[in-house]
């Protein structure tokens, strides 16, 4: 891997880089090495951020809706010149292969695409006044105006893409953010910074900050000039966030432990090689990656020898390695209780792969695994898939919804009345027929239910979640 030249990077601050008086070691997941040495913000620099934020709301909510999507569209030229370069900090900083890095960059324009469109779109409704007793005469409407300051707390393992999801929309919608990334991922987040204030982003717009949820998160949630919290995380954290954001508006993208229905399929082959990229891609570290498949029992066998086809022929290694699917995990730890999950289960219950070098965790697949194991009930985020049978329809409905997460799941089958079945049935935020649960375009509503988390994301859903809706009547008569 070859290396990075290490930097001691700054805050982002009312359009100014700061100094920061401590650091930490940024560590490479994949090869162990320091990569950059980064700012550690206390309460009195999350205080100056967020005065720098709310200093710059008349700013930004002056700007007409054309000056938003220009900065946008300028956001989108440059990080389409600068493609092959994020896609090498996703690689240093969290292990993405990168082939998949430079997917997570395409939709990291496709999104702020997206901001700079619905931009343009922002408007309010005439209100039929006349349509109570007293109303006629009166002329009533809507407008959507911008909330004001925005928490954007975002996770490691879509640095890009997750914080255009909270960026994009907020400032379409006028609002000014401070940003806390991932303290794994803050390289992507400087360069997204920079990004926007060579677009023209008006200074204090955007503001960025480091360190611990305990210091730095915290601060953010419970500042009284904070009106918004977007968070994407683990559950305890959103919980958490909940709790102390009082009266605050909270969007929280939470955890999974997404699921597949084989009820039918012409071609299970694709259907395995769909579900093998779904698991096993990054490592699985997706909040909507394959986890639970349930196969209709005449189709097990089949499955599974075309699963096991695929699974052979993953590449695990080096994420700079063009051919590389899966590699380290984002912490060691965390590929340490991985191991432990697999080990709960019997010898004979591993059907592919189990072993852990490090921090990578080899492709693995369980099958015929009870609801109280680990791999069943809790989000695994690693690269792992537990495959059982299923006799019924009604008991692969049962399956899936025995989960106390609710993101998104997919369903093969080829009978319209069950796809129309398991979109009303399924207890998820997205049902995707014929297709993985890992299917996502950045401009649907994406959310889940359950410990899964509140609000949508989508950039003109995030938006609603973003704006303030104000009526205005006139009384003509």
């Known amino acids: 891997m070859i290396a990075m030249e290490v930097k001691q990077h700054q805050f982002f601050i009312n359009g100014e880089w700061i100094e920061g008086e401590k650091h930490y070691d940024l560590i490479a997941p994949y090869n162990k090495e320091v990569i950059a040495h980064i700012p550690l913000a206390d309460e009195d620099t999350v205080e100056k951020a967020v005065a720098s934020a709310k200093a710059a709301t008349d700013k930004m909510k002056k700007l007409t809706l054309l000056e938003r999507s220009t900065i946008l569209e300028k956001v989108v030229a440059i990080f389409t010149e600068k493609q092959e370069e994020c896609a090498k900090i996703l690689a240093f900083e969290n292990a993405k292969p990168i082939q998949m890095a430079r997917g997570e960059i395409q939709r990291t324009i496709e999104t702020y695409k997206f901001a700079a469109e619905e931009a343009k779109k922002i408007a309010g409704e005439v209100i039929p006044m006349d349509a109570a007793k007293n109303g006629a005469g009166r002329f009533g409407f809507t407008k959507k105006e911008p909330l004001g300051v925005i928490a954007a707390i975002t996770p490691f393992n879509f640095p890009f893409n997750l914080v255009a999801h909270k960026l994009g929309p907020a400032f379409a919608m006028g609002n000014t953010v401070v940003l806390k990334p991932a303290s794994q991922t803050p390289l992507s987040a400087i360069m997204t910074a920079k990004i926007f204030e060579e677009a023209g982003?008006?200074?204090?717009?955007?503001?960025?900050?480091?360190?611990?949820?305990?210091?730095?998160?915290?601060?953010?949630?419970?500042?009284?000039?904070?009106?918004?919290?977007?968070?994407?995380?683990?559950?305890?954290?959103?919980?958490?966030?909940?709790?102390?954001a009082g009266l605050k508006r909270v969007t929280l993208e939470l955890g999974s432990n997404s699921a597949v229905i084989l009820d039918h399929a012409d071609d299970l082959a694709e259907v395995a090689a769909k579900c093998a990229n779904g698991a096993f891609s990054y490592s699985g570290q997706t909040c909507i990656s394959v986890q639970r498949v349930y196969v209709k029992d005449k189709f097990y066998d089949a499955f599974?020898?075309?699963?096991?086809?695929?699974?052979?022929?993953?590449?695990?290694?080096?994420?700079?390695?063009?051919?590389?699917?899966?590699?380290?995990?984002?912490?060691?730890?965390?590929?340490?209780?991985?191991?432990?999950?697999?080990?709960e289960v019997s010898k004979e219950q591993v059907a592919r792969g189990g072993e852990r070098s490090g921090s990578v965790i080899q492709p693995t697949v369980l099958t015929n695994i009870d609801s109280h194991f680990s791999v069943i009930r809790d989000e695994a985020f690693a690269p792992i898939m537990v495959v059982n049978k299923y006799e019924t329809w009604e008991e692969a409905v049962e399956l899936v919804n025995d989960s106390q997460y609710?993101?998104?799941?997919?369903?093969?089958?080829?009978?319209?009345?069950?796809?129309?079945q398991a979109v009303d049935d399924l207890e998820v935020g997205g049902v995707i027929i014929n297709d993985i649960p890992t299917y996502r375009v950045d401009h649907m509503p994406y959310g889940g239910v359950k410990n899964s988390g509140t609000g949508r994301e989508g950039i003109r859903f995030s938006m609603d979640e973003m704006s303030e809706l104000k009526l205005g009547v006139m009384n003509l008569n």
Do not use: C, Y
Not at 203 to 230: C, P, Q, W, Y
Not at 406 to 420: I, P, R
């Open 304 to 343: 599974m020898d075309a699963l096991t086809k695929e699974v052979e022929d993953i590449k695990v290694g080096n994420p700079l390695h063009e051919d590389t699917v899966v590699s380290a995990l984002i912490h060691e730890q965390e590929a340490e209780r991985v191991e432990k999950w697999i080990q």
């Open 201 to 244: 982003l008006p200074g204090g717009a955007l503001n960025l900050v480091f360190g611990s949820g305990r210091t730095v998160g915290d601060a953010l949630v419970t500042h009284e000039d904070i009106k918004m919290v977007t968070f994407t995380g683990s559950v305890p954290v959103g919980k958490g966030i909940r709790e102390k």
């Open 406 to 420: 609710g993101l998104q799941a997919g369903v093969f089958t080829d009978s319209l009345q069950k796809a129309f």
